[in-house]
């Protein structure tokens, strides 16, 4: 990340409404990376909305950044520098399909020092197993995706208070996780841009937008959510091909069909990576 630039971008955009605050150094090169702007104190509301309604023009997105434990006063990994930019690929040699298609082979494979036997492990994919469907259809959006990310932004808030304003230089919240140099997925794969391609797909085809990021958490609200069973299966094979913690460690049963129950017609996405 230019640091000029994103300065400049703060000093355009802000006009000195900006609360107190600070450029975050990455752990990386040698002190000069600097990838965002972290506020010193909770992220107000009113200033997420405003920011974010503003990003078009500004040119940087505003993300509520969350902590690895709401006690953690190093509000790891943003205050501690734990991002890193400077690792990540162009989004341009990123296709979300065959991304999805790739992950959803090797999380579905079945070894011999599996815990599960074969039939077990397929069972949790079912009633895709090994084979991957394809792509959920793109659903019309009749919610307005800024709106209701507001509303999640107020509700997320609400929730943990502590939650810090960060400000990247990026035209969407895609773009904006691998700007931060977000590292959160790094235990499945270590290039965030190939994230973020899946984001920018889901951007388009369900209004999908980035709220929140935490150590290895992620969080978006949606604007055209599944809205029936075969639908809703389909979403949910991306979401374990992107996030398989969310089927392998979230609420029993850990089925992808329990999970397409959950997230039908909900208008938020919740992941995270063990």
């Known amino acids: 990340m230019n640091v000029g630039h994103l300065t400049e971008l703060l000093a355009g955009s802000a006009e000195g409404r900006l609360p107190p605050g600070r450029m975050v150094t990455s752990d990386e090169g040698d002190g000069d990376v600097q990838p965002l702007w972290l506020s010193d104190g909770p992220a107000a509301i009113e200033l997420w909305t405003r920011m974010h309604a503003e990003h078009t023009r500004s040119g940087l997105w505003p993300l509520l950044l969350d902590s690895l434990d709401r006690n953690d006063g190093e509000l790891r990994p943003w205050g501690s520098g734990e991002v ?41 994919t079912a009633p895709f197993g090994q084979t991957w469907p394809g792509l959920a259809p793109s659903r019309e959006t009749t919610t307005n995706p800024d709106q209701l990310a507001a509303e999640f932004a107020q509700a997320f808030l609400a929730d943990r208070p502590q939650t810090r304003l960060g400000l990247v230089a990026a035209a969407s919240g895609a773009e904006a996780l691998t700007a931060a140099g977000w590292a959160g997925p790094c ?8 994230f973020s391609a899946v ?41 374990f ?34």
């Open 84 to 124: 890193f930019p400077e690792q990540m690929s162009s989004p341009a040699s990123h296709d979300s399909t065959g991304l999805l298609a790739r992950w959803w082979d090797t999380y579905t494979a079945v070894d011999e020092d599996d815990m599960l036997d074969a039939d077990r492990r397929l069972a949790v």
């Open 187 to 194: 235990n499945y794969d270590n290039d965030t841009t190939k």
């Open 199 to 239: 984001v920018r797909d889901w951007e388009h085809r369900f209004g999908a937008r980035v709220v929140a990021v935490g150590f290895s958490t992620l969080h978006l609200s949606v604007a055209a959510p599944p809205a029936g069973e075969s639908e809703a299966l389909l979403v949910a094979a991306e979401h």
């Open 241 to 274: 091909a992107f996030c398989p913690d969310n089927i392998w460690q979230g609420s029993r049963p850990y089925t992808l069909a329990a999970y397409a129950e959950r997230i039908t017609g909900a208008h938020r996405w919740d992941f995270w990576w063990d």
